[in-house]
């Protein structure tokens, strides 16, 4: 059925997109303090476990282009139970088969093809529930959701790993994902402001691909892929020098990564006081040399734990302000095509970290020095597109961050 859009603030469709949202989060960060010890449980080396991360987020990214249109074609209610069921099901083989290491890469993939409904349909769910101011606040309190599951995730994973066993984390993730399906299954309503109609999967594509041509469309989605990528590559690597070469336990390690989460919020909370003093280019360019700061700081200085922290707070401190920049740069030119261009952008998002942070750190990325190394080039490749991007009349021009 049709949604009118509410006169009056309806809390319940908020309430639920962040529950759906969060089930996306969760299954990246609250598994991460937990990889050393499914390392050394099934004898597989650091790469093989990090691939439990890589595999998920590779069905996470690549599931959204499908999820996307899908969902503006049937609706969203039979998305949310298709996508959300198969979540379910992958955590579930997870579980069942937790004695087995190639089962569980295949019920982690299971579980990223699952959670790209997630991304997708908690901002469809508000778009179509809200408009005008309402829209805009209900957008902020999702994105201050996005940023506490960080924080939350390795925190909770770390003492479970540490006081139950690193299964017990997916059974954790099995009863909340399982509450959130039960209560959408009795209570959440079609939202599609529209008819349903006929999905058609190779037009689609054809839009996918016409956006990948356009330049406006590969330097503002840049920024945050490689933002992404060094934060990934990051919270993979983190947990295996802090417990192994540090010294710390998992529930150690899960409060400590509190610090540097929080940082997600510093930065939003900068970009919301330097907004109406410095320009749109202006706070980018600020962010990414933050970004290059922190890797100059790992090079140079021995790994300890502030040493570690202190740095990857001060990216997050820069992703913060990034993220919402980017975005907004990215999505404004588009009006209609803002949901096909925001899926894209989160599935190469994705999908790109998936891959390529396996690779990083089995080849390239090892330890601290060799982080702030990769730190400084994807800052230096961010400042390249920043200046080639200026140089593009077709680009959009800066817009207020509000």
Request: proline share 5%; glycine share 10%.
């Amino acid at each position: 059925m049709k949604i009118e859009t509410p006169t009056v603030f309806n809390k319940f469709p908020l309430f639920f997109a962040m529950m759906i949202i969060a089930t996306g989060q969760v299954g990246v960060s609250i598994y991460l303090p937990a990889l050393p010890v499914i390392s050394e449980d099934f004898g597989v080396g650091q790469e093989g476990a990090q691939s439990l991360v890589s595999l998920f987020l590779i069905g996470f990214g690549l599931s959204q282009l499908f999820y996307g249109p899908l969902s503006d074609a049937i609706g969203r209610r039979p998305v949310f139970l298709w996508g959300q069921g198969l979540y379910l099901v992958g955590v579930l083989v997870c579980i069942v088969f937790s004695h087995d290491f190639n089962t569980l890469l295949f019920g982690r993939l299971l579980q990223g093809l699952g959670a790209g409904s997630a991304s997708v349909l908690g901002r469809s769910i508000l778009r179509d529930s809200y408009s005008g101011e309402a829209l805009t606040r209900a957008l902020t309190y999702l994105a201050v959701v996005a940023s506490i599951m960080p924080i939350l995730g390795p925190f909770i994973g770390g003492w479970i790993t540490w006081h139950m066993g690193w299964q017990w984390v997916f059974g954790f993730v099995f009863i909340y994902l399982l509450t959130i399906y039960v209560l959408g299954w009795i209570i959440l309503p079609e939202t599609l402001p529209y008819p349903v109609r006929t999905f058609y999967p190779g037009r689609i594509m054809g839009d996918y691909w016409k956006l990948l041509n356009q330049s406006q469309v590969i330097f503002n989605a840049s920024y945050n892929w490689l933002s992404y990528l060094a934060a990934l590559v990051t919270l993979m690597l983190y947990p295996f020098l802090m417990q192994e070469q540090l010294g710390l336990t998992p529930a150690s390690y899960g409060q400590l990564m509190i610090i540097p989460s929080a940082g997600l919020m510093i930065g939003s909370l900068l970009l919301t006081l330097l907004r109406r003093r410095v320009d749109h280019q202006g706070l980018l360019l600020f962010a990414i040399v933050l970004a290059g700061i922190a890797g100059i700081w790992l090079m140079m200085t021995p790994m300890t734990i502030f040493n570690l922290m202190a740095p990857f707070t001060i990216l997050s401190i820069s992703n913060g302000i990034i993220f919402p920049l980017a975005t907004a740069k990215l999505l404004v030119p588009h009006g209609r095509q803002a949901g096909s261009v925001s899926a894209l952008s989160g599935a190469l998002q994705m999908a790109i970290a998936g891959i390529l942070s396996g690779f990083l750190i089995e080849h390239l990325v090892k330890h601290g020095q060799s982080l702030g190394v990769f730190y400084l080039i994807t800052s230096l490749i961010m400042v390249l597109v920043f200046f080639l991007s200026m140089s593009r009349k077709s680009l959009s021009p800066p817009v207020l961050i509000e």
